[in-house]
């Protein structure tokens, strides 16, 4: 933005600094001008003198005012010398941490996100700036870090399928007696492959700029419409799904908070013991929060492991294509919605196996 140049804050707080002592000079001085006139006469005032001689002159106010002006004149030079150069010196000193958060800010907007304040001293208002301002440099350093890695693996997600489509398209053309039934049908799963993927990163999109009308939902139906959808592919995998809870309210999308659940369900179907697990959806309210909890059965996880999940393009234990891969953006879409109706996500491995997640939103009535 391009503003007309003004004087420095430096500069208004010199002046500010030596008009205020000014002032209180001036205010001494009065005090004294009128003290000292209760005590002078205003008249010409002579002493008598035996045998009627003039007698010595006694000063009047007159004779005051010629004493005491040039005085007042020099205190008052005095006065504004010493504010100003004072001024100028203590207003440096004081808005030295300014100039290091101004630097800092303009390393930041010229990309340096690294860059931080790290402001000594005691706690004032000044290391509380500096301190809220290294705050936000951590966390859009590490948002732009995120959003590059977003990027760089969305660009390999993209590619794989048109690369795909190409070898196919390249291969077929070179050998015209190939059937064409196989090809149509290859590519037919290829491209599907790419909507899902192209529909998974918009809803992503639109989660992460809450752009979405938020109303009274219930988790507890919203767990039991998943679950209804994703029970065929349970029942074809062998797996079990207990769901139960009493009533969840929130407010939010319903769609969004659907696809939350849709996802947690069939990652926990999908990655499950084969024949023998069992996935439990349940919801409650816990003080004042929505609670929406999603557990299933299967190999032992790692803490370490079960944090990176959330980390779009990321399938589990295996990257390995099935039917039911999905496009590794599951969990990714599943904490960019949570945040966006704020609230947290928490995954969990089970002790004997498998997975918790916990999907904590408000619950209608609080923030």
Not at 129 to 142: I, K, N, S
Not at 254 to 274: G, K
Request: glycine share 8%; with cysteine.
């Amino acid at each position: 933005m391009d503003r007309q140049p003004g004087f420095s804050v430096r500069l208004k707080l010199t002046l500010s600094y030596a008009g205020f002592l000014m002032v209180a000079g001036a205010l001494l001085l009065a005090a004294v001008w009128v003290f000292l006139l209760r005590y002078v006469p205003d008249g010409v005032l002579t002493a008598p003198m035996p045998g009627r001689m003039p007698g010595p002159h006694i000063p009047n106010r007159s004779d005051l005012l010629r004493a005491f002006a040039p005085r007042v004149a020099a205190v008052w030079v005095f006065l504004l010398v010493f504010g100003l150069v004072g001024g100028w010196l203590l207003a440096g000193r004081m808005l030295t941490p300014l100039t290091r958060i101004t630097n800092a800010t303009r390393m930041a907007a010229n990309g340096s996100l690294s860059h931080r304040i790290r402001l000594p001293g005691d706690q004032d208002e000044f290391r509380e700036l500096a301190d809220a301002f290294d705050t936000m440099l951590a966390r859009l350093e590490a948002h732009v870090a995120e959003q590059r890695r977003f990027a760089a693996n969305a660009s390999h997600e993209l590619r794989t399928p048109l690369a795909i489509s190409q070898t196919l398209l390249d291969v077929a053309r070179n050998d015209p007696t190939q059937d064409t039934r196989e090809l149509v049908d290859r590519l037919h799963a290829v491209n599907i492959r790419a909507i899902e993927l192209t529909e998974a990163l918009l809803v992503l999109s639109r989660a992460d700029q809450r752009s979405f009308t938020r109303e009274h939902v219930d988790l507890s139906l919203i767990a039991e419409e998943a679950t209804e959808t994703l029970l065929p592919l349970a029942e074809k995998r062998g797996l079990t799904i207990e769901t139960s809870g009493d009533m969840t309210p929130t407010i939010g999308s319903h769609a969004l908070l659907l696809q939350v659940t849709t996802n947690l369900v069939h990652n926990a179907i999908v990655h499950n013991l084969p024949g023998q697990g069992t996935v439990w959806v349940t919801t409650g309210v816990q003080s004042a929060t929505a609670v929406l909890t999603v557990e299933n059965t299967g190999a032992r996880l790692t803490p370490q492991f079960v944090s990176t999940l959330v980390e779009p393009f990321q399938r589990g234990t295996e990257r390995i294509r099935t039917d039911h891969a999905g496009v590794g953006l599951g969990l990714a879409i599943v904490k960019s919605i949570t945040q966006a109706h704020d609230g947290t996500l928490t995954l969990a491995p089970r002790a004997a196996g498998g997975l918790c997640v916990t999907v904590q939103l408000p619950a209608s009535g609080t923030k």
